[in-house]
């Protein structure tokens, strides 16, 4: 069962947050969820270098991936698609290919991109230096990034939680 919750934000002021263009590009939804996203990463406390900022992604699931032309992603078996920041610009990105990564525990340890969970954060300017990944952007069109952010929540519902089982 889907339904709205209306709310309202008091005293919003978009250039405490966004530069004029991007007040001018985003609307208020949008810069909602852009800011929503800037203090998300800030409270998980994880510690980024100064490039993750602007070529960060996260990996879409199904909810989200629903909401892309299927055209845009034909042909993506084995890979992961992202909602990323490409520099300044917010984009949708596939990326094909096996990743390597130390775990935890110091081991070193390979798995294709297809088998990253959903919400995974990836830096995009790593995975394209890692040998065997390919990058590639499917889609820079900002109805079709909209669309994919309305549907990202139901990709991290979880049972008991908040939202639908």
């Known amino acids: 069962m889907y339904f709205m919750?209306?709310?309202q934000v008091h005293n919003w002021n978009p250039e405490t947050y966004f530069n004029r263009q991007q007040i001018v590009l985003y609307d208020k939804f949008t810069q909602f969820t852009l800011l929503a996203a800037r203090e998300a990463v800030a409270q998980s406390g994880l510690n980024f270098d100064g490039h993750l900022g602007y070529e960060a992604g996260v990996v879409l699931g199904y909810n989200a991936l629903t909401a892309i032309p299927a055209h845009l992603y034909l042909g993506s078996i084995d890979s992961a698609i992202f909602l990323a920041w490409d520099g300044p610009r917010l984009v949708i990105?596939?990326?094909r290919g096996t990743v390597s990564f130390t775990s935890a525990?110091?081991?070193?340890e390979k798995v294709s991109m297809g088998a990253l969970?959903?919400?995974t954060v990836v830096d995009l300017k790593k995975l394209r230096?890692?040998?065997?990944?390919?990058?590639?952007?499917i889609s820079t069109?900002?109805?079709?990034?909209?669309?994919?952010?309305?549907e990202v929540p139901?990709?991290?519902?979880?049972?008991g939680g908040e939202g639908d089982e």
């Open 93 to 95: 990105a596939m990326a």
């Open 117 to 119: 969970p959903v919400g």
């Open 141 to 150: 069109d900002p109805e079709v990034i909209k669309n994919v952010i309305q």
């Open 5 to 7: 919750i209306p709310g």
């Open 154 to 159: 139901g990709d991290f519902r979880t049972k």
């Open 129 to 137: 230096q890692q040998k065997g990944v390919s990058v590639k952007v």
């Open 105 to 108: 525990d110091n081991k070193k």
